[in-house]
């Protein structure tokens, strides 16, 4: 079995040399920390899992029912994933640079139609910190979105 703090050399940068050190999460968290943390970790994921998972489903039925609109370039990048996941989450949209009026109203209609596209509200305003691991994964959902457009074509 490997040494679980293991230094590990990576290639060499020029006169640079990088390191990186494995080291096991229970010894870096707090003991004060440590009870609620993998629930706390598990609760958070989960969410962000589903209110991407709505984002996506809205967003491929508008794609579907709207292939030839100029809004759909916006579906590579972040800020457009975000601004549809606060849809989603019902919440104030903060960045509508990239959420374009016909988008919006889109919503407003698929959510008439399907309810359930809004996630629960109330478990949202319980979730605090959720925006940091909520813009990283829409930098993802953006991303992959590129590549299927780009593999595609």
């Given at each position: 079995?490997?040494?679980?703090?293991?230094?590990?050399?990576?290639?060499?940068?020029?006169?640079?040399?990088r390191f990186s050190r494995k080291v096991y999460l229970e010894s870096v968290i707090r003991h004060d920390y440590a009870a609620g943390f993998g629930d706390r970790v598990t609760f958070l994921s989960s969410f962000i899992r589903n209110v991407v998972i709505c984002a996506q489903i809205f967003v491929n039925s508008y794609v579907c029912n709207n292939y030839e609109s100029g809004d759909l370039k916006a579906i590579c990048q972040q800020n457009f994933w975000y601004s549809i996941c606060q849809l989603i989450m019902d919440t104030k949209v903060t960045n509508k640079t990239f959420l374009s009026n016909s988008i919006a109203l889109a919503f407003d209609e698929f959510k008439q139609k399907y309810p359930s596209i809004v996630y629960n509200t109330e478990l949202g305003a319980a979730i605090k910190g959720y925006s940091n691991p909520l813009t990283a994964t829409c930098v993802t959902v953006a991303t992959t979105y590129v590549l299927n457009v780009t593999n595609t074509v």
């Open positions: 079995m490997k040494d679980p703090i293991e230094t590990k050399k990576d290639k060499s940068i020029g006169k640079v040399e």
